[in-house]
């Protein structure tokens, strides 16, 4: 079975940016695609941002422009999410996730905090 482990998160101050990383571990099939969600306090976990085995991204509206997803090109089992301009709505919980066909697997790690200071 394939794990995913988040890391990266922290203290950002406002305008600035963070680096997340999203591990992949162990045996079974590749996802087709792997994404970030976030989840800040008191609110639903949502949507970032996805990239594709053939490379395809998309980043969420709310996010776009300010958020990048790429894979690490020397370790094909990373997956970065690149925040930049960071705003106080982007505080929460971000985690990573793997999706087969069409079917992202809600099996939720421990995700990586992020704190964004003003």
């Known amino acids: 079975q394939v794990q995913l482990v988040e890391s990266g998160g922290g203290v950002v101050q406002a305008g600035g940016s963070l680096r997340l990383s999203c591990v992949a571990s162990?045996?079974?099939?590749?996802?087709?695609?792997v994404g970030w969600f976030r989840q800040a306090a008191g609110k639903e976990r949502e949507f970032v941002a996805a990239i594709y085995r053939d490379g395809h991204t998309y980043v969420e509206e709310s996010v776009r422009g300010r958020f990048t997803i790429s894979r690490d090109d020397n370790n094909k089992n990373t997956v970065f999410l690149q925040m930049t301009n960071v705003i106080p709505e982007d505080a929460g919980k971000y985690y990573c996730?793997?999706?087969?066909?069409?079917?992202?697997?809600?099996?939720w790690g421990q995700g990586t905090q992020v704190t964004v200071s003003s």
């Open positions: 996730d793997g999706k087969r066909d069409i079917r992202w697997s809600f099996n």
């Open positions: 162990g045996s079974g099939e590749r996802f087709d695609a």
